[in-house]
């Protein structure tokens, strides 16, 4: 990870600065461990925080983790930039030159899901495809269905950025990549919207069955997405999870259920391909929707009230985390760029899938930093908690 050491940082008094493509915002003070603390920064206008410790007598200037950019040229450059306006010498770094590295704008097939909104989708047929892998089944469904729009999800990042490589160098253009559980994805959608859904070799999960992409929960949003007509498609190997997948399958009504054994798959994934040579069997479950589901609004606001202080809020800083309502909030820390500007680090959420986020004040307006949660509705109830706390602060 990019990171200078340098003997002093007294930077604050100057900023805001603007160097080239580099914008330094603020400084960020911890209001409990003084020397600790967060250069706002954007490159390229993309917003990121660098973390500025005391480490051995030094001061270590690193990327923040919650806010850290992609790709790392961006981290680079502001770092390198620091070093250029202040003139300092690092005892260590480990940034080369990159003044002359182009930044790599992040590929088009890329969608981050705090982001994600399902009005943007194209006015086509969407299908998605759930834990690609590899990527060969999805490659290969964009490709033979241009008229039809792929969304992709899948949470291992090196097989998301390898697959994501593989669209740009194909020129496809009706791929979406998402990294993101498929399991609160679900609930992004509007209802009867989404024509096939795939999942295609799931870890069975036999030790830890909550973990299972398929459950009564995912069934439900399933075929809550799906347009009457509309199919969701498991194939696997595994016969236990083929025979927890009927039982999940055949709870609610108005479905229509196919199997297959051993039947030949248009590709055949990596996984397809290796159970094959161990001469397992495959099933294959497809479930049709049969009826019109009703409508969903999503409903979900990260709207914060105006002129709370920073100062104010941390002097009702919460001992503990909140838990209600199957969700949490925590509030961890707290930096001030000034009386009433500052910065709060907080996590917040579903246990399964907690969000760690800023919220940034600055002049006299509140907003989650560098993006909102994901609009799920338990990061929803989990934003309520949170301004319940503020309200009370504001008395
Ligand atoms: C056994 S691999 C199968 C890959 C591919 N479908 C194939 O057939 O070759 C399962 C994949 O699902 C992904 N995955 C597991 N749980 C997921 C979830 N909740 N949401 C999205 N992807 C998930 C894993 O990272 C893994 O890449």
Known sequence: MPHIR???????????LQSGEVSFLWYARNMEHLNDGLLGVAVDNIPFLLQVKPKNKELLLKAEKISRPSPNTLIKRALQEYLNITGQKPSYSNIANVDNVPLKKPLPSLKEIA???ADDLPDKEVWIEIGFGSGRHLLYQ????QNVHLIGLEIHRPSLEQVMRRIDLEGLDNVWVIDYDARLFMELLPSNRIERIFVHFPVPWDKKPHRRVISDTFMNEAMRVLKP?????LRTDSDNYFHYSMEVFTRPKHVKLTLEKNSEAAVKSKYEERWLRYEKDIYEIRVESLEESEPKSIDVCFDFPQNIGISSLFKQKPKSAWIENGCFAHIERFYAINENDG???LSLGSFDRPEHKFILIENGKMKYYPHNPVRTETNHKAHQIILKWMQACKM
């Not at 340098?6 to 805001?16: A, G, I, R, T």
């Not at 007509?229 to 498609?233: A, D, F, K, S, T």
């Open 115 to 117: 982001t994600f909104n």
């Open 229 to 233: 007509g509309g199919r969701l498609e």
């Open 343 to 345: 910065l709060i680090r």
């Open 6 to 16: 340098v003997e002093s940082f007294n930077f604050h008094e100057k900023l805001p």
């Open 142 to 145: 964009a490709k033979e269905n």
